[in-house]
């Protein structure tokens, strides 16, 4: 048997309005007073009403944090800490997208430690432990929930992140509910995002393994089926189920057996332009499939019939050349922007994200092939 380590967060709990059950997971774990970690939106939409009403049944006190912002900024995580240990909670939990479960679990950890951020970027990094911490996803994209990953956005407009066990939750929370009748929008880029994640870590340079294969194929199974009935009919449950379990499955994946190019990518144009992390995946993603393909035909022939049954029958050269077509076409065909030239990108812009690109070396060591910077400026070419 080939050696490898795999880690995911402690519990996962999928039930629809399983948020209720968050305040009583964490009096349970002897806490008092909760970081509670979410956006305005989340807040005004109701759907972080039965978490709350929660912590009251569980005689919790409640601290909220709604100012989280897509591609959190490490100055508004810093503030953030500074409140809640102002507050003296004693354990966090988050409702929301994965920028506020990212903020969130960074807060777990700074809360009770004096290490300095900047010191966590990377990898292992992250001294002592953290506050007990619960997280509930509400859109079925970043798997951000059973990953050891927080990525920030710093002073520079560039995206690092902090990678750590300590980042683990203690319990994933899958509520369906929470993200029932979400826009198709947001569904397709976030679904695609962890269509993405689910390519890169079955292709992963150094850490694929037999366990990360299985959630990997899971994954993609579940989304590429619900995908479209997501996206066309918003309060379908059963479809809303099947992704966000895709979703975490995917990220369980990806946690162990690292994404790479598409990402490495695709944050510049998160961190410069403000593209949602999952158009920036789906912007990018075809383009560097066909980078890779030298290096990984055989193994994108093997996921290309799970996403798109169509190409079952055809050779190993068609179904590899069949994933990225069938990439090409399924963003357009769920109304998404497919160009970024529409999101505001000029050729101008191109050697920049090039270069920001290749300092992204935590994912792109972990890519089929060697990415340099004259390709990631093609492939933002090609994209463009």
């Given at each position: 048997m080939t050696t490898f380590s795999f880690q995911t967060t402690r519990s996962v709990l999928a039930e629809a309005g399983a948020t209720a059950k968050i305040g009583a997971l964490l009096a349970a774990q002897g806490c008092r007073k909760v970081a509670f970690i979410t956006d305005q939106t989340i807040l005004?939409?109701?759907?972080?009403?039965?978490?709350?009403?929660?912590?009251?049944?569980?005689?919790?006190r409640v601290w909220t944090f709604s100012d989280v912002m897509p591609d959190p900024a490490e100055a508004m995580i810093l503030s953030a800490v500074?409140?809640?240990?102002?507050?003296?909670?004693?354990?966090?939990?988050?409702?929301?997208?994965?920028?506020?479960?990212?903020?969130?679990k960074l807060i777990a950890v700074l809360a009770r430690s004096e290490q300095p951020i900047a010191d966590m970027y990377g990898v292992n990094l992250v001294r002592g432990d953290r506050l007990p911490l619960v997280l509930a996803p509400t859109t079925a994209g970043t798997g951000s929930e059973v990953?050891?990953?927080?990525?920030?956005?710093?002073?520079?407009?560039?995206?690092?992140?902090?990678?750590?066990?300590?980042?683990?939750?203690?319990?994933?929370?899958?509520?369906?509910?929470?993200?029932?009748?979400?826009?198709?929008?947001?569904?397709?880029?976030?679904?695609?995002?962890?269509?993405?994640?689910a390519i890169e870590a079955f292709t992963s340079k150094r850490l694929k393994n037999v366990v990360s294969d299985c959630l990997a194929k899971q994954a993609l199974a579940l989304l590429g089926a619900n995908i479209r009935t997501a996206c066309e009919r918003p309060d379908d449950r059963a479809a809303r189920s099947d992704m966000l379990l895709g979703s975490m499955l995917a990220g369980m994946a990806?946690?162990?057996?690292?994404?790479?190019?598409?990402?490495?990518?695709?944050?510049?144009?998160?961190?410069?332009?403000?593209?949602?992390?999952?158009?920036?995946?789906?912007?990018?993603?075809?383009?560097?499939?066909?980078?890779?393909?030298?290096?990984?035909?055989?193994?994108?022939?093997?996921?290309?019939?799970?996403?798109?049954?169509?190409?079952?029958?055809?050779?190993?050269?068609?179904?590899?050349?069949g994933l990225v077509d069938g990439f090409l076409r399924l963003g357009p065909e769920l109304g998404m922007q497919s160009k970024l030239s529409e999101v505001g990108v000029s050729h101008n812009h191109l050697p920049m994200l090039a270069q920001d690109a290749m300092k992204q070396e935590r994912l792109l060591i972990d890519n089929p092939r060697e990415m340099t910077e004259a390709a990631a400026l093609e492939i933002y070419t090609k994209a463009l």
């Amino acid at each position: 048997m080939t050696t490898f380590s795999f880690q995911t967060t402690r519990s996962v709990l999928a039930e629809a309005g399983a948020t209720a059950k968050i305040g009583a997971l964490l009096a349970a774990q002897g806490c008092r007073k909760v970081a509670f970690i979410t956006d305005q939106t989340i807040l005004d939409l109701g759907l972080a009403d039965a978490a709350l009403a929660g912590f009251k049944e569980a005689g919790l006190r409640v601290w909220t944090f709604s100012d989280v912002m897509p591609d959190p900024a490490e100055a508004m995580i810093l503030s953030a800490v500074a409140q809640a240990r102002a507050e003296g909670v004693d354990c966090v939990a988050s409702v929301g997208g994965g920028s506020s479960l990212d903020t969130a679990k960074l807060i777990a950890v700074l809360a009770r430690s004096e290490q300095p951020i900047a010191d966590m970027y990377g990898v292992n990094l992250v001294r002592g432990d953290r506050l007990p911490l619960v997280l509930a996803p509400t859109t079925a994209g970043t798997g951000s929930e059973v990953t050891p990953i927080s990525i920030v956005t710093t002073g520079t407009n560039e995206k690092k992140g902090v990678v750590a066990p300590q980042l683990l939750p203690d319990w994933a929370i899958l509520d369906a509910e929470l993200t029932m009748g979400l826009p198709a929008a947001v569904t397709a880029a976030t679904g695609i995002d962890a269509m993405v994640h689910a390519i890169e870590a079955f292709t992963s340079k150094r850490l694929k393994n037999v366990v990360s294969d299985c959630l990997a194929k899971q994954a993609l199974a579940l989304l590429g089926a619900n995908i479209r009935t997501a996206c066309e009919r918003p309060d379908d449950r059963a479809a809303r189920s099947d992704m966000l379990l895709g979703s975490m499955l995917a990220g369980m994946a990806f946690a162990n057996a690292p994404v790479a190019a598409v990402h490495a990518l695709a944050y510049p144009l998160g961190g410069h332009f403000h593209v949602p992390h999952g158009l920036s995946n789906a912007l990018v993603l075809p383009y560097v499939l066909e980078f890779n393909m030298a290096a990984a035909r055989e193994m994108y022939a093997e996921l290309a019939p799970i996403i798109f049954p169509d190409l079952a029958e055809a050779s190993v050269t068609d179904r590899a050349e069949g994933l990225v077509d069938g990439f090409l076409r399924l963003g357009p065909e769920l109304g998404m922007q497919s160009k970024l030239s529409e999101v505001g990108v000029s050729h101008n812009h191109l050697p920049m994200l090039a270069q920001d690109a290749m300092k992204q070396e935590r994912l792109l060591i972990d890519n089929p092939r060697e990415m340099t910077e004259a390709a990631a400026l093609e492939i933002y070419t090609k994209a463009l």
